[in-house]
Each structure stands twice: as C-alpha cells, then as structure tokens.
T-cell receptor
Framework: AQTVTQSQPEMSVQEAETVTLSCTYD???????LFWYKQPPSRQMILVIR??????QNATENRFSVNFQKAAKSFSLKISDSQLGDTAMYFC????????FGKGTRLHILP | DAEITQSPRHKITETGRQVTLACHQT?????MFWYRQDLGHGLRLIHY???????NKGEVSDGYSVSRSNTEDLPLTLESAASSQTSVYFC??????????????FGQGTRLTVV
C-alpha cells in the first residue's frame, strides 16, 4: 500500500525567509501524481502545487516550488519570501487511483 | 461556477444514532472521496467511488458506509455513531487519475461531535 510521510510536525520561520517542507512516499507504481495542499485556519483545503511523476522538471507556482526526486521518492516544498498568509497546515498527497495524504506539517510564519 | 458542498457544516449527535453527511458536487467528476481529519493523523481515507454504483473501502472504513446513485452525490452514513467518530469530515471529487488536472477539489468540511 502507498504511504506518505511528512517528518516535520511543526515548523516556524521568520517572515521573508525561505522554508522547505519535507515529504517522502512509498509506491511500486511508475505513473502517479503528487500534490501539496494548504489548509489555513478556515479549514478549506487549497491546492498549492502539483507534479506529474513522468515529468522530470520540478513544478513551480510563483513563490512555491518543489524538489521532486523520483528515485528517492522525495517531494519537498519550498516556499520563498514567506508571508504571514502562508501560516497554515500543509499536506503532501500521493495519487495513483485514490489520493493518500501525509499527516501534515503545521507552518508558522512569524512577523 | 462548479463547486462541492457538504451539509451540515456542524452536527452534534448521540452515541448509537445513525447519521448521514451529505456531499454534492457540480464538477461532473466521476471520482469522489470521503476523508476524516484528526489531530496527529492528517486526512485518512474512509470510502471512495469511481462512478455510479461503485464504492470502495478506504483505510478507516469500519462503521461507515456510502452509496452512489448518481454522479453528483456521495452521502456518508455512520451506522451507529461512536465517540471515536468525533472528527472533521471532508468530501472531495476529482477527474480520473491520468486526466489533466487530476487533483481533488474539497468541500468545506463537516465537524461531527458524538456525545
């Protein structure tokens, strides 16, 4: 069965700094998708970024980028120039047919 | 605009009662999912469906059931509510794996308290 591991339950960084959230996964599949979701205090789940496993190029969305290492089964999220509004729970997710989530990393951006 | 809605947003029920949480999506997605979110566990998959009349058990399906009679709805039923089922429940829908833009779209969540 596929598993997703986020090893950092909680992190804090100063505003404007860069922070990296870690995610590893386990699968025997070759074609799959990876996602990072953000959950602010409003509880809404918001897609941050997606990565197709067959694409070698790392995905980027404005201040958010990923480091996808397929052989190592690693999918980390980098947030550049962090902002107070980035304070949230972040979930890494793996998809082949169903979607499996990690336990999340609670990120605090400090003023 | 297409959306996915859950109702109710909050519910308190008594142990042993049957409870149904509604999920309705207008994305015309075939895939629908139910998750529960608990502190320290992230989102855990309860049941999922790939289309009408299709249902599958997830990681934590005991005590829950779903039925899919149309594309838009996937209600989640707690047969006999237990205190361990106090949680926040999320419904999600998506296109099939392999489609462009295969991420899940989520409802607002339902906070269920079993007393």
């Amino acid at each position: 069965a596929q598993t997703v591991t986020q090893s950092q339950p909680e992190m804090s960084v100063q505003e404007a700094e860069t922070v990296t959230l870690s995610c590893t996964y386990d699968t025997s599949e070759n074609n799959y998708y990876l996602f990072w979701y953000k959950q602010p205090p409003s509880r809404q789940m918001i897609l941050v970024i997606r990565q197709e496993a067959y694409k070698q190029q790392n995905a980027t969305e404005n201040r958010f980028s990923v480091n996808f290492q397929k052989a190592a089964k690693s999918f980390s999220l980098k947030i550049s120039d962090s902002q107070l509004g980035d304070t949230a729970m972040y979930f890494c997710a793996f998809r082949d047919d169903k979607i499996i989530f990690g336990k999340g990393t609670r990120l605090h951006i400090l003023p | 605009d297409a959306e996915i809605t859950q109702s109710p947003r909050h519910k308190i029920t008594e142990t042993g009662r049957q409870v149904t949480l509604a999920c309705h999506q207008t994305w015309n997605h075939n895939n629908m999912f139910w998750y529960r979110q608990d502190l320290g566990h992230g989102l855990r998959l309860i049941h999922y469906s790939y289309g009408v009349h299709d249902t599958n058990k997830g990681e934590v399906s005991d005590g829950y059931s779903v039925s899919r009679s149309n594309t838009e709805d996937l209600p989640l039923t707690l047969e006999s509510a237990a205190s361990s089922q106090t949680s926040v429940y999320f419904c999600a829908s998506s296109l099939e794996a392999g489609a462009i833009g295969t991420e899940a779209f989520f409802g607002q969540g339902t906070r269920l308290t079993v007393v």
